[in-house]
């Protein structure tokens, strides 16, 4: 029984990895096309073919007749020191004549774990693809959407009274009466169910809430006030509703939530990534002892450094300008959208080497909001002012990039 236990996962091993190594090649082997390598966070990191603007630039570029390929290895919740560890690597791999990059966001916070990691390299499972392949199938959340409100959450137009409710508080103000009304109505409707569900509703009217540009304070502290809803509902590990508590909570400078919502957190050890415990030592900046303790709690895999008033964006803009310096690679330090430049993006610009190219992603994105709504736009507001695009705000960005290819294409600049 054993024997045949350990053939069927050497077995299994081996055609993953057959899988992997011919999907690979399809992917990357394609030396008649011109090779763009693209790196950021989650902004260009949404894998959501063909949502993100990578895969979208691509599909321009091959439409007007330039054949290019876009090597998206932008990662979630990174930094800049994370990218710039992977770049060479990347560099050799897919040799790419263009770079673009939109980075440096994750970097401003005032203390940080010592080192970030892309995959969890300590444990050695993990170089297995059966290991990752069951872990795959076997990973659910202990607080899994109730099938009765499943169409509740996906269709407003099956549900109308749902839509009646985001409709309400989202123009409702927040000590206002009818604000109140509706989160009497909403309480009359989760009257009888579980505790589980009555989280996973108001996790989601803390997601969906319609936001817009103007009141921001406001609209954040409704969701903020939604999300503890859930999390104090919560039977099980807390999972990424934490995070996203967290990072309101900051936003809305409601310091005193954080010690209850990392208590949350703690329940699921498992889920203190990087980007929960850079949150958890900015909202309590001026308790460093308690932040050590929660970094001791997240495990081994970080460790605390202290304070960090300087970032390193603007050095590791200029290591990755060295970076190039003596190859015939090209690079575009892009803007977020409705940024201006940024320190890094500044230094290189003043380098002015004739390879490094600054675009921003600024008035394109100011011209859209005056025909469009922040939520045609972008799908959150992470970062206040912007958030993670759309596929209409994704294709404000890869038309962004892919005119100034042509651009670069008509001066016969980068190897086009």
């Not at 969701?223 to 909570?249: E, Q």
């Not at 309590?284 to 304070?307: C, I, M, Q």
């Amino acid at each position: 029984m054993v024997v045949f236990a350990v053939i069927f996962l050497i077995s299994c091993e081996l055609l993953l990895r057959s899988i992997a190594f011919f999907t690979q090649t399809k992917n990357e082997i394609q030396s008649d096309k011109y090779p763009i390598l693209t790196l950021g966070e989650s902004t260009t990191a949404r894998n959501k073919k063909p949502v993100d603007w990578p895969a979208q630039l691509e599909a321009q570029l091959n439409k007007e007749n330039i054949p290019a390929v876009v090597y998206n290895e932008a990662r979630f919740a990174t930094t800049t020191s994370a990218i710039l560890e992977n770049t060479p690597y990347y560099l050799h791999k897919y040799k790419p004549k263009l770079i673009i990059t939109m980075m440096g966001i994750n970097d401003y916070h005032l203390i940080w774990p010592k080192h970030f990691v892309l995959t969890d390299k300590k444990n050695p499972l993990t170089y297995f693809k059966t290991y990752k392949f069951f872990k795959y199938l076997t990973a659910s959340s202990k607080l899994k959407e109730p099938e009765e409100l499943r169409g509740v959450i996906s269709s407003d137009l099956e549900y109308p009274k749902h839509g009646q409710i985001l409709k309400k508080l989202s123009e409702a103000s927040l000590q206002s009466k009818e604000y109140q009304n509706v989160l009497e109505e909403v309480e009359a409707f989760l009257k009888n169910k579980p505790d589980g569900e009555k989280a996973l509703y108001y996790k989601h009217l803390s997601e969906k809430l319609p936001q817009s540009p103007l009141n921001k304070n406001s609209d954040l502290m409704k969701n903020l006030d939604f999300v503890m809803k859930a999390l104090r509902m919560i039977p099980g590990p807390a999972d990424g509703t934490a995070s996203w508590a967290l990072h309101l909570a900051i936003s809305t400078h409601q310091y005193h939530l954080c010690k209850e919502i990392i208590d949350f957190a703690k329940r699921d050890r498992s889920k203190m990534e990087e980007t929960f415990l850079l949150r958890v030592a900015t909202c309590l900046k001026d308790e460093p002892d308690y932040v050590k303790e929660v970094f001791v709690h997240a495990g081994d895999n970080f460790e605390f450094r202290g304070t960090a008033l300087e970032t390193p964006v603007k050095t590791n803009y200029i290591r990755l300008a060295e970076l190039i310096e003596d190859t015939d690679i090209c690079w575009i330090a892009m803007g977020y959208p409705r940024r201006p430049a940024s320190e890094g993006m500044l230094a290189v610009s003043e380098s002015r080497d004739e390879k490094i190219f600054v675009l921003l992603n600024q008035n394109n994105f100011e011209d859209a909001l005056k025909t469009h709504t922040f939520d045609e736009v972008f799908e959150d507001k992470f970062a206040i002012d912007f958030g993670h695009s759309t596929f209409y705000g994704n294709s404000l960005i890869a038309s962004n990039v892919f005119e100034f290819i042509k651009k670069l294409k008509s001066k016969k600049l980068c190897g086009l």
